[in-house]
């Protein structure tokens, strides 16, 4: 039995596996709720974007972190108490 852990995905608390990417916590749970398999939304056309090369190399996993935008879901370790939002546009970081 693996270690559980929690992470706020949208403000809503979700249980996944000590040890899986941010992407994988969020794809499992929008999957189970029906919520859309995406992290972020395209800022010129709309479109919903999720994971889809899951190794940090497409760009269409970027989720903001505990308050910081434009992180890769994919190669980010979930860890136990993070705030994880889907991003709805680029932003610049300082």
């Not at 706020?8 to 608390?13: I, Q, T, V």
């Amino acid at each position: 039995m693996s270690e559980k852990i929690t992470i706020y995905f949208e403000g809503k608390p979700v249980t996944v596996d000590a040890g899986v990417t941010v992407a994988v916590a969020v794809l499992e749970h929008s999957h189970s709720h029906n919520e859309g398999n995406y992290t972020s939304i395209n800022p010129v056309s709309g479109e919903r974007r999720g994971p889809n090369c899951l190794m940090g190399v497409c760009f269409e996993c970027m989720v903001t972190i505990d308050g910081v935008p434009n992180q890769q879901s994919c190669l980010i370790v979930a860890r136990d108490g993070m705030k994880v939002e889907r991003q709805t546009h680029m932003q610049e970081t300082l």
